[in-house]
């Protein structure tokens, strides 16, 4: 057991490390491990869930801990399904959707109780602004990076970035980024949506054969970034955490609209990809309000994580493309 | 005295012709006592389902009622609703809207005099009734995805502005429930109609003794609830609210004996449908809490009389099961009871709307003590804990779960409360859309009915 999984962008990978074990974000959306999954969900659950539940039951042997927050509830219910099929302990916090900081603190405070009993270990100040230094370097390694894709013309491609931060997700920060610098002229556009999983790089790919995601709002590749933690404490980790750009799911979801407003004006992006998974209903729903707020052309890609229509999205994306030139 | 049909007639299920025929038999003094916000000049609201089939309820022609008075009375009053809050609103009560919690803010709202707590999602019905997918569509067009809850009917009512007149205010519950009605209440908010945000707590799985702040935070929403309706009514007395929770309590008791008194009797002295009804009920007593009580009273003292006699309105041989998560089809609960099936359980989400309130504390804290009962706060296995007692004592011997596509507790709950049930039969169906009870969902529940049998 070297891993200690977690699904939310709200959980601080600082305070999982502390623990001893490698923090091993649940990114998964592999066709195999969602028919796995589908064992014990329904096949309306979305595809993330199903593949990151799969996942764990092939390799339960992997994991000291699960944790993971309220945000998605379907996320959040996975927990149930983990805490009657596997005896590995899982942790969930209480991620509000309202302005609530004192409950996430709160819940922070709790999660740090159990992540100490879990390990045997007291997390003191001194593990913790040793991991605080350690995430931060990591994010400051991928932030110069990032910097390269936004800049204009644009000089990596966010496939390759995508490729590297898995290394961030995977808990391995200590690994070589080498990525080779690629020009795109090509039009710019801002990439938003559901979970970018592991296997869902091919999409990225497909996407930059025409386009420059130049900027992205989405799980798995460079929300992380966000973080900045300036207090090496616990209540540094919470402060930063909490008030990192809000999620879609956060109610009233006004801020989230003006963070991406001003990346998407920033960033000079000529149109938007809307990127969903089956089911999430966290952006499903907010689709229509995504096309009429920014006022900038929207090509909604929808994906059961199947991949199994890539020759016609190429087409699609072909066409958006054609348009925004 | 003609009424004394329904003292001599024997309980059964009955359809809208019966009804209207039966009718015939109320007497204009009877029709002239029952009446809404205690006005006999307008109020009045007892007639035949038929009337609302003739105003659009067309699935009523196809369902079965059952043929007691006070259910007649409960009839009138349920479809009566929406011209009950127009007429709210008209004779200058406030309307207000709470979204989102099930049960607990409109008993803070209730403390106020003339202020109308209704619920908008429970327009999810509507659809069904109306035998009419305009409702829904609607909802598609503004955005939502076909696969999802039917509550979604509550965004395109507020669009049209017809179903329920502009709240005076909006509180909405958001939270650790489903996501669903989270981002129906988000697109309700960005067609313009300001609300609350109130935040709805988790209840950690395993904790029983939950820690003290997670009352403390829904105190402090509750607060704000309070301060709003000050705002709003330049009222601020907050003894109101003993006795708004000792009517939430009446009410939650005689609702919990009737399903009792159903449950329990030998023949089912109620049909399933009404039972729905009357559970629903306790949300905020259908805009009219004292007229409500009246008819759920009534609705007691004639399941009681039933179950003295020994009568009632299913085979004494009909299968008693439990039901998981509300259908939004009424049809349904009668096709399950034509197939031999009775209810004696049922997990609708609403769970703190059932439990008793506390009197004995400051009433924010007995509140906040009931709402962490709530359903869908907390894990699966805490949320059907009844009903796999029911089945270990043999009292449940098949569990039907109603689901909607794409919802997102039915997706990632069902599988699991099949596994937790594997002691007996479980049917998991998808709730089609109105007018989408096929032939293959009538044979499934039969087959389900034999299997049990």
């Known amino acids: 057991m070297e891993l200690i999984g977690y699904t939310c962008s709200y959980t601080p990978v600082e305070l999982l490390a502390a623990t001893g074990f490698k923090p091993y974000r649940l990114l998964h959306g592999n066709v195999g491990f969602i028919t796995l999954g589908e064992k014990s969900v329904r096949v309306d659950a979305c595809p993330l869930v199903k593949s990151n539940l799969g996942y764990i039951m092939a390799n339960q042997k992997k994991f000291a801990a699960v944790v993971g927050s309220t945000g998605c509830d379907m996320a959040r219910r996975m927990f149930d399904v983990l805490k009657e099929l596997t005896n590995i302990p899982v942790y969930l916090f209480n991620n509000p959707r309202t302005d609530k900081p004192t409950i ?33 370097n990591a994010r400051n390694r991928y932030r110069r990076l990032d910097q390269k894709r936004a800049s204009n013309p644009s000089l990596i491609s966010t496939a390759d970035f995508h490729r590297a ?38 999409i990225l790919e497909l996407l930059e054969l025409d386009l420059a995601i130049v900027g992205d709002f989405n799980c798995g ?3 992380f970034l966000n973080i900045n933690i300036k207090e090496k404490s616990l209540n540094g980790i919470k402060v930063a955490y909490y008030n990192q750009p809000p999620c879609i799911f956060k109610r009233p979801n006004q801020p989230f609209y003006e963070f991406i407003g001003t990346q998407i004006k920033e960033l000079e992006c000529k149109g938007i990809i809307a990127w969903t998974l089956d089911y999430c209903d966290s952006y499903e729903f907010e689709l229509k309000r995504i096309g009429r707020i920014f006022e900038l052309p929207v090509l909604r890609i929808r994906s059961d994580l199947s991949f199994q229509n890539l020759s016609q999205l190429k087409t699609r994306i072909g066409a958006f493309a054609e348009m925004l030139a | 005295m003609k009424s004394t049909w329904f003292e001599v007639a024997r309980p059964q299920k009955i359809d809208l012709n019966d009804w209207s025929q039966h009718f015939r038999l109320v007497r204009d003094e009877q029709i002239k006592e029952f009446n809404y916000y205690h006005n006999p000049e307008w109020g009045i609201y007892l007639s035949p389902p038929a009337t609302f089939m003739v105003y659009g309820a067309r699935e009523l022609k196809r369902l079965k009622f059952d043929n007691s008075l006070a259910s007649l009375r409960m009839w009138g009053f349920v479809f009566n609703e929406s011209e009950r809050l127009f007429r709210a609103k008209q004779m200058g009560k406030r309307v207000i809207a709470t979204m989102g919690d099930l049960g607990t803010v409109p008993v803070i709202i ?45 965004l395109a009512a507020f669009h049209k502005k017809a179903y329920f007149p502009k709240p005076d205010l909006i509180f909405a519950s958001t939270g650790a429930s489903c996501d669903d009605y989270s981002c129906i209440m988000q697109l309700v908010n960005d067609l313009g109609y300001e609300m609350l945000w109130l935040e709805i707590p988790f209840r950690r799985h395993n904790d029983e003794q939950y820690p003290d702040r997670f009352e403390e935070y829904l105190i402090s929403e509750y607060e ?20 708004s929770i000792k009517k939430a309590n009446r009410l939650r008791s005689l609702a919990e004996r009737i399903k009792q008194l159903t449950y329990e009797a030998p023949i089912t002295p109620l049909p399933a449908l009404e039972l729905m009804t009357i559970e629903f009920g306790n949300l905020y007593g259908y805009a009219d809490l004292d007229e409500w009580l009246d008819i759920v009273e009534m609705i007691n003292e004639t399941v009681a009389k039933r179950v003295e006699k020994g009568i009632g309105v299913l085979k004494q041989n009909a299968i008693p099961i439990a039901w998981i998560t509300p259908s939004a089809d009424p049809l349904l609960l009668n096709l399950v009871e034509d ?3 009775r209810i004696v359980g049922t997990e ?41 007692e029911g089945v270990k004592n043999e009292r449940i011997k098949g569990v039907l779960v109603t689901n909607m596509l794409g919802c997102s507790h039915c997706a990632m709950e069902t599988r699991l409360i099949e596994k937790m049930l594997s002691k007996v039969p479980v049917l998991s169906i998808d709730v089609p859309v109105p007018f989408g009870i096929t032939e293959q969902l009538r044979t499934r ?9």
């Open chain 1, 104 to 136: 996430f603190y709160d819940e922070i405070d709790w999660l740090a109780g159990e992540l100490e009993c879990l390990s045997n270990k007291k997390i003191n100040s001194e593990i913790l602004g040793t991991e605080i230094d350690r995430w931060e």
């Open chain 1, 165 to 202: 931060v898995m290394n961030y997700h995977k808990g391995e920060i200590g690994s070589a980024i080498n990525i080779n610098e690629n020009q795109s002229d090509k039009p710019r556009i801002y990439l938003l949506g559901s979970s970018i999983p592991y296997e869902a790089n091919q």
């Open chain 1, 221 to 223: 590749i460079s929300r």
């Open chain 2, 110 to 154: 209730m403390a106020f005099p003339n202020c109308i707590p209704f619920y908008p999602e429970c327009i999810w019905w509507t659809p069904f009734f109306k035998e009419s997918t305009v409702l829904l569509d609607t909802a598609t067009e503004l955005g939502i995805p076909e696969a999802a809850c039917f509550s979604k009917a509550t």
């Open chain 2, 224 to 243: 704000r609830v309070w301060n709003k309706m000050v705002e709003l009514t330049v009222i601020n007395d907050k003894t109101g609210l003993i006795p």
């Open chain 2, 339 to 341: 197939c031999g099936l």
């Open chain 2, 348 to 388: 609708y989400v609403i769970n703190q709307a059932l439990v008793p309130i506390e009197e004995n504390v400051e009433p924010f804290r007995a509140l906040a003590r009931s709402f962490m009962k709530a359903s869908l706060i907390g894990s699966t296995q805490e949320r059907i804990k009844r009903i796999i």
């Open chain 2, 445 to 453: 529940i039969a087959a389900f009915a034999e299997t049990l049998r």
